[in-house]
Each structure stands twice: as structure tokens, then as C-alpha cells.
């Protein structure tokens, strides 16, 4: 389980995260959802620690973390328990698929070479790459490099993985291979956060669907019930704009 309660972050006097509460259950997939400047990704930055939060805590399992005053064992401890999906890959550019994703587990992990290898195949195989294991991020197409970024995450076997629009970067046919992973990921029963503007996703993977908007939680619930049903009046007008733009069928 994951539990955050009050998280608070600010930049300067522009509050982009105001006393978010949320707590995600072992195995849950939630999709955040929300415009641009909401504070999605400053959210899941704060769960991993990629940002440092103002106020709160958070606790994963049985580990917990009070924000106001971490010391440095407890972030290291929190960011081997969670993992991060970025929307832009952050691959090393000279290191194949293979080395991006072992890198992790011999620095951090402190695997053996061989043992990294293992693991880094096994998940390179799982997310459809195994012929790609020798090749360099600028061989790969956008979609692939998502994928590597995928495998990557999986091969640390965290607690929860963090996805920040995880497709939000790649040309439109190639959004359906990254999402069928993320799928198949989900169906597996790993606890998962995901920011995605990905409506028919959200709506079709998530178990829980939380909308924000100005650093709160405006709503959340069932993806039948915030989509089909929404009761606060700023989440109706987000999904009436939102699917009247554009919408993707997997």
C-alpha cells in the first residue's frame, strides 16, 4: 500500500501541490488525470523524491517517510521502492537497450554483472525487445526507447512504478505498442500510478481514476463513475473538452 497524506509543494509563491491525501492499495492501478500545470508529474516527482516536497509523508508498505524531515538513508530507501517511467526515456544515449537497463541493477542494486544481464533480458523479453538487446537508443524508434524505459523500471521489481505520460512524447501509431505493455504490466498486479492523457486507457486499465486541477484532488473514483458520472462541475468541463479534442482507440 501507498499512503500520502497532506503532501504540500511549492516553487517560490506558486503552490503547484496543496495537502494531497491519496492512498493506493498493493496491486492498484490509478491514472491521474488533469490540464496541463495541475501538478500531475510535481506529484509523482514527490512520491520518488525527484522533487523534494514541502510538507507531508508518505509511506510505502511498510516503510514511511515524514517530508519535513527526511534524512538521506530514508529518500535512498524510498526511491528503491518506487520507480519512474519518464515521458522523454532518459536512455543513455551510448549505452544499448541491454546496458540501459542493467545499469540500475549493478550500481544500485549492486547485482553482479551476470545476475543484471539475467534479469535485464528476462524484462527486455517481456516488453516485446529481445531482438533488440544490442542496439542503441538511436536505432530505436520511439516507441521501443518507451519500452527500454519500461524494462528498465521493471527490472529494479519496485513496489509501485511511476509512468509521467508515458506516451505523451511518441508519434500517434506508436502509442498503442506502449500502452498494450503497460497493460499487460497492469494485468500482472503490479501497483502502478499513471499520469496519462490517454482517456480510453484510463478508462479501460485503471481500477481508480483521480482528476486534479490547481494542486488539488477535484475528484476520484471508478473510471464508470468520474467518467460517466462526474459530480464536480470543473471535472465535467476537463472531459468534455478533453474527448471533444481528441480521442485514441486502442
Known sequence: ???????????????????????????????????????????????????????????????????????????????????????????????????????????????????????????????????????YPSQLSGGQQQRVGIARALALNPEVILFDEPTSALDPELVGEVLDVIRKIANEGITMIVVTHEMSFARDVAGRVVFMDGGVIVEEGKPNEVFGAPKEERTKQFLKRITSEWVYNI
Open 1 to 135: 500500500m501507498i499512503k500520502l497524506k497532506r503532501v504540500s509543494k511549492s516553487f517560490g509563491k506558486n503552490n503547484v501541490l496543496q495537502d494531497i491525501s491519496l492512498t493506493v492499495e498493493k496491486g492498484e492501478v490509478v491514472a491521474i488525470l488533469g490540464p496541463s500545470g495541475s501538478g500531475k508529474t510535481t506529484l509523482l516527482r514527490c512520491i520518488n523524491y525527484l522533487e523534494k516536497p514541502n510538507d507531508g509523508s508518505i509511506v510505502i508498505g511498510d516503510f514511511s517517510v515524514d517530508f519535513k524531515h527526511p534524512v538521506k538513508k530514508d529518500i535512498h530507501k524510498l526511491r528503491q521502492k518506487s520507480a519512474m517511467v519518464f515521458q522523454h526515456y532518459n536512455l543513455f544515449k551510448h549505452k544499448t537497450a541491454l546496458e540501459n537497463v542493467m545499469e540500475g541493477l549493478v550500481i544500485v542494486q549492486k547485482l553482479s554483472k551476470e545476475e543484471a544481464r539475467k534479469r535485464s533480458v528476462e524484462v527486455l523479453e517481456k516488453v516485446g525487445l529481445a531482438s533488440k538487446l544490442d542496439a
